[in-house]
Nanobody, 117 residues
Framework: VQLQASGGGLVQPGGSLRLSCAAS????????MGWYRQAPGKQRELVAS???????TYGESVKGRFTISRGNAKNTVSLQMNSLKPEDTAVYYC????????????WGQGTLVTVSS
């Protein structure tokens, strides 16, 4: 499975940004897709995930501000980020998890999101 993410960039505090990710290859094996992020000097953390069955999970710091969505074919995932804060600055990674896996099996290349005035 290959994951290709896009949509990062520079945005002012309070602004919005949308990330997108498309999976290719053995997509039949994917049971969930999501986003993680890693800020400088910090561990990678879950931002949001969505299973094929529609169950979503959000990190505490983004609840109410970010929304994850999947495409109809279940091989794409998007992250709508609103009310962005400087602490949201990080490299965002698209992820995919197979059935039964507790953690992602596949990772995208990462896209940088910078929230700054």
């Amino acid at each position: 499975v290959q994951l290709q993410a896009s949509g990062g960039g520079l945005v002012q505090p309070g602004g919005s940004l949308r990330l997108s990710c498309a999976a290719s290859g053995s997509i039949f094996s994917i049971n969930a897709m999501g986003w993680y992020r890693q800020a400088p000097g910090k561990q990678r953390e879950l931002v949001a995930s969505s299973t094929n069955g529609g169950r979503t999970t959000y990190g505490e710091s983004v609840k109410g501000r970010f929304t994850i969505s999947r495409g109809n074919a279940k091989n794409t995932v998007s992250l709508q980020m609103n009310s962005l804060k400087p602490e949201d600055t990080a490299v965002y990674y698209c992820s995919a998890r197979t059935l039964g896996a507790r953690y992602p099996d596949y990772w995208g290349q990462g896209t940088l999101v910078t929230v700054s005035s």
